[in-house]
């Protein structure tokens, strides 16, 4: 069992919006402003997309924004595109050490 | 370009030992801290350990202490995680990644170390 939980599965359409969300406790998500989202594609690495809970880094489309209220973070994908199917997972600090989600597929239809 | 680049996993019997290591390039590898992520197969991520910058503090998921050991050689570039009492949950892709203010910003294609009889 993960220490986030994020719903197992999204999915959309080309050109339509999806949003992940990532529940944690007051002791990860709500207690810090360390939340990040990673992009994983199969036997891939993961990729960071958003860290520190809506910062994108350099290269990430603009088309993926973070947000946080209270203990759920939630990673919305904007403009949706083939490429961006993929795993995703979130993290957060949690006092001396990290957690994941447990991940989320999504899938463009 | 920043590289990081795991090796040494491989098959390992349970109760054995292990060293992976991760070699650093392209960014200022001794003024960041330093994380090590594995993924079991088919399964999700898991942060395994921390390490600061001059190595003088490090930190471990519960699952690990006691067993796993992290650490750094700033003047190779390079990262460690040494494995031992191995088990079958141990089974996973070790990937080593830095660390930048809690996000894991830069990854390597990760080790896969496989605990088996």
């Known amino acids: 069992q993960s220490a986030l939980t994020q719903p197992p599965s999204a999915s959309g359409s080309p050109g339509q919006s999806v949003t992940i969300s990532c529940t944690g406790t007051?002791?990860?998500?709500?207690?810090?402003?360390?939340v990040s989202w990673y992009q994983q594609h199969p036997g891939k690495a993961p990729k960071l997309m958003i860290y520190?809970?809506?910062k994108r880094p350099s290269g990430v489309p603009d088309r993926f924004s973070g947000s946080k209220s209270a203990n759920t973070a939630s990673l919305t994908v904007s403009g949706l595109q083939a490429e961006d199917e993929a795993d995703y997972y979130c993290s957060s600090y949690a006092g001396n050490k990290e957690v994941f989600g447990g991940g989320t597929k999504l899938t463009v239809l | 370009e920043v590289q990081l680049v795991e090796s040494g996993g491989g098959l390992v019997q349970p109760g054995g030992s292990l060293r992976v290591s991760c070699a650093a390039s392209?960014?200022?590898?001794?003024?960041?801290?330093m994380s090590w992520v594995r993924q079991a197969p088919g399964k999700g991520l898991e942060w395994v350990a921390n390490i600061k910058q001059d190595g003088s503090e490090k930190y471990y998921v519960d699952s690990v202490k006691g067993r796993f050991t992290v650490s750094r050689d700033n003047a190779k570039n390079s990262l460690y995680l040494q494995m031992n009492s191995l088990t079958a949950e141990d089974t996973a892709v070790y990937y080593c990644a830095s660390l930048y203010f809690h996000s894991f910003d830069y990854w390597g294609q990760g080790t896969l170390v496989t605990v088996s009889s």
């Open positions: 520190e809970v809506s």
């Open positions: 007051s002791s990860d998500v709500a207690g810090y402003n360390y």
């Open positions: 392209g960014f200022t590898f001794s003024i960041y801290w």
